[in-house]
């Protein structure tokens, strides 16, 4: 047993003795357990710890961890939340006790947007996800695989340098912000998909589709806190939103596939094969 802020808690080994039923059913169920759970702050009925997260819920939640340790149980409307702020808790989580946290709740706007969900950020633990990783270790983002796409790098590292040139050179101001968030998304085009996607009308289109994907997937979703409540995004409009977003980004990746199952990769291209190039090898 430690000391820590006027109260006693087991030492992280010590708590981490869980099987990983035990540590699924602390992070999932909505049921109080016998078990000796981590340090929780008062909560509310009904919304739980909800009150306590502020405008700033990363500078509450450091707060939070300041008076009640490394590790604390917070309650979100009806779900149990462990939250780690050590980097020692983090590697029991992450590392030691991984098989034991590595099923996940999910959340329903993520599940809607990656088909089920099929992304293996998201997709629960299992003979699915074990596949999944190993095609994205094995196939996508082995060592070889990485230095090919060096070029890549290198171009679009090169074309930002030269704007950045070009744009002082005529006195204009410079959007540094822009330019990496473009670099970025072109180098991941490339990789991905093959191709940049950020000229014309066809590019305006796909910002736009890709900024309201991101931004659905850190949207609040209260249905999955409160279930009692899910019936409020029928009439704020998120559902439809998701749907829509959904519907725009299957039609996209369509498109992607059929572009790719229309080219042909020859046995020396196969170095600069792309994502979709690869998942196309591995399904056949």
């Not at 006027?6 to 990983?20: A, C, D, Q």
């Not at 300041?66 to 917070?74: F, I, K, R």
């Not at 409160?226 to 559902?239: T, Y």
């Not at 829509?244 to 059929?258: N, P, R, Y």
Request: with cysteine; glycine share 4%; hydrophobic share 40%.
């Amino acid at each position: 047993m430690r000391k820590d802020h006027n109260y006693y808690y087991p030492s992280l080994e010590s708590r981490f003795e869980l099987s990983k039923s035990d540590a699924c059913f602390h992070l999932l169920s909505s049921k109080k357990s016998k078990k000796n759970l981590p340090p929780s702050p008062p909560k509310l009925p009904f919304i739980g710890n909800f009150h306590q997260l502020g405008l700033q819920p990363h500078r509450s939640l450091q707060k939070l961890s300041n008076e009640h340790g490394p590790m604390m149980m917070l309650q979100f409307g009806s779900v149990p939340v462990l939250i780690a702020s050590s980097a020692e808790a983090a590697s029991q989580i992450m590392k030691t006790q991984d098989m034991g946290f590595a099923n996940k709740p999910m959340s329903s706007i993520p599940s809607r947007l990656f088909f089920g969900p099929k992304d293996v950020a998201f997709t629960p633990y299992g003979e699915y996800w074990r596949n999944a990783r190993s095609i994205c270790m094995l196939q996508l983002l082995n060592n070889k695989r990485v230095q090919s796409f060096s070029k890549i790098r290198e171009e679009e590292t090169s074309l930002l340098l030269k704007k950045i040139k070009d744009s002082i050179d005529n006195s204009q101001v410079v959007d540094l912000a822009e330019l990496f968030v473009s670099m970025t998304n072109d180098v991941l085009c490339r990789v991905a998909l093959g191709r940049k996607y950020c000229d014309g009308e066809e590019g305006k289109k796909f910002k736009t589709l890709l900024l309201e994907f991101v931004e659905l997937l850190g949207v609040f979703n209260i249905g999955d806190f409160m279930p009692w409540l899910a019936w409020v995004n029928r009439f704020d409009g998120l559902n439809a939103k998701v749907d829509k977003v959904a519907a725009e980004v299957s039609t996209f990746l369509e498109g992607v596939i059929e572009e790719h199952r229309e080219t042909k990769i020859d046995d020396e291209e196969e170095e600069s094969a792309d994502f979709v190039d690869i998942l196309l090898q591995v399904q056949k």
